[in-house]
């Protein structure tokens, strides 16, 4: 089983890059929007994850595990928006 997870990883990590890798210069912006919606969904499977650690009292694993996808996604999030908005402003042109 562990095998196959890192198999898994790997595969994904290659592919990711490649896919990444491939994409003109004008998508990126779109990509990164497409990104952070990922991220949101993220977010709230994190926060439905956390509610359940109401009903049982020592899952402290699940606990931290949830706060930190929470954490992350959270970033992800809003560094993503920063650098779409910083992007779009490149293209605006110069004040007037």
């Known amino acids: 089983m562990g095998i196959m997870l890192l198999f898994v990883l ?11 890798a491939k994409v003109p ?3 990126h912006t779109p990509l990164m929007s497409g990104s952070n919606a990922i991220s949101g969904i ?3 499977g ?3 994850s956390l509610l359940g650690t109401w009903n049982v009292q020592d899952d402290v694993l699940r606990t931290v595990l949830g706060t930190l996808a929470v954490m ?3 970033i992800n999030v809003v560094g993503g ?11 605006s042109g110069g004040k007037k």
């Open 25 to 27: 210069s004008q998508l």
């Open 72 to 74: 992350f996604a959270t």
């Open 81 to 91: 928006y920063l650098v779409t908005d910083r992007m779009l402003g490149m293209f």
């Open 42 to 44: 993220t977010i709230v």
């Open 10 to 20: 790997v595969l994904a990590t290659f592919l990711g890059f490649e896919l990444i």
């Open 46 to 48: 994190a926060l439905i």
